[in-house]
């Protein structure tokens, strides 16, 4: 059982530069989420999914497009990459939302880390 | 604004010793509080998860307590071990459509041999 896998786990891009985050998982999860994790800050969510086809503006969304076209994908994509962009991203799962404690409970993935030079 | 504030931002204890990590919060409506374990490079883990009417909870070595009426949680660790080291985030979450989580900045926590 692999749980929430991202690909790719490293990434060094170029100002301007498109590229897309696959995350995926095998547990049936209806929420998927994205964060990103920079130094002395907590995670932030940049989108989140309540469940196929369905996608949701987080904190900080702004120059991220995402995609749920599976239940089990969540796509991050960012179209033209700046340096303000360089960070961990995470994506995690849920079987729903943060509500309910028994069924809120995030499982993350290993993470993807991003430089934009 | 919803906020998470953790203290210490880092410590360093010495194997086999005891150590309390805080987390204040100003969200609001509460719903319930994690508490996460993050390895250097790897994803958090969930320790615990505790509702309004919980004050303690344990997971081994773990023990998190709550008190909602000063929005205040604590995390002990007991005679810690090498592989306590790393970075623990508490995280509440409120009353509210949608993932309404809030995270604190974690405290990284390094226990030497």
């Known amino acids: 059982n692999a749980g929430v896998t991202q690909t790719p786990k490293f990434r060094v891009l170029k100002t301007g530069q498109s590229m897309t985050l696959l995350c995926a998982q095998d547990?049936?999860?209806?929420?998927m989420y994205w964060y990103r994790q920079d130094p002395g800050m907590g995670l932030r969510l940049i989108h989140y999914?309540?469940?196929?086809?369905?996608?949701a503006k987080g904190e900080v969304p702004d120059g991220y497009n995402v995609s749920r076209l599976k239940k089990q994908n969540f796509l991050l994509g960012l179209e033209s990459a700046a340096p303000s962009q360089t960070s961990v991203y995470f994506c995690?799962?849920?079987?729903?939302?943060?509500?309910?404690?028994?069924?809120?409970?995030?499982?993350f993935g290993e993470g993807s880390r991003l430089t934009v030079l | 604004k919803n906020q998470v504030e953790q203290s210490p931002q880092s410590l360093i204890i010495l194997e086999g010793k005891n150590c309390t990590l805080q987390?204040?919060?100003?969200?609001?409506?509460?719903?319930?509080l994690r508490w996460y374990k993050q390895d250097t490079g790897r994803g958090p883990v969930s320790l615990t998860i505790m509702t309004f009417s919980e004050n303690t909870k344990s997971n081994g070595r773990y023990t998190a307590t709550l008190d909602a009426d000063t929005k205040q949680s604590s995390l002990h660790i007991t005679a810690s071990q090498l592989s306590d080291s790393a970075s623990y985030i508490c995280?509440?979450?409120?009353?509210?459509?949608?993932?309404?989580?809030?995270f604190g900045g974690g405290t990284r926590v390094l226990v030497k041999p």
């Open positions: 995690a799962s849920s079987i729903a939302g943060g509500l309910n404690p028994n069924t809120g409970e995030l499982f």
């Open positions: 547990m049936n999860h209806e929420y």
């Open positions: 987390c204040n919060y100003t969200v609001s409506p509460f719903s319930n």
């Open positions: 999914s309540v469940g196929e086809g369905t996608t």
């Open positions: 995280v509440v979450s409120a009353k509210a459509a949608g993932n309404k989580l809030t």
